[in-house]
């Protein structure tokens, strides 16, 4: 998820996966204007936190930086990882397949 006006598709995409599919594994991964989206509350952070139970969210260390957000800012849920490139790459050779809403 790269782009914040991208998070209320994905969320309804993720709802409806997790609603008819409870037991697939499922992780977003959140780089560029995306991280923007995980702060403070609202109504995407409450979904993405009701989501958290069943979906992993990865947010990308490099963009975390590059918009100057400090990642203890970000909810509990969200697991920061060193580049969000390499976490999509690292998904996939794990048999992810990468969906962009």
């Known amino acids: 998820m790269n782009q914040a006006d991208r998070w209320p598709a994905a969320l309804a995409n993720l709802a409806n996966l997790t609603r008819d599919y409870p037991d697939a594994a499922a ?6 204007t995306g991280v923007y989206a995980l702060l403070g509350n609202s109504d995407l952070t409450q979904k ?5 139970q069943q979906v992993e969210f ?5 963009a975390l930086g590059e918009h100057h957000i400090n990642p203890d800012h970000l909810p509990y849920w969200a697991q920061v990882v060193p580049a969000g490139i390499v976490a999509l790459a690292e998904a996939q050779n794990e048999g992810y397949a990468y969906i962009k809403p």
């Open 58 to 62: 990865q947010v990308c260390a490099n």
């Open 48 to 52: 993405m936190a009701l989501l958290a």
């Open 27 to 32: 992780r977003v991964v959140t780089n560029g």
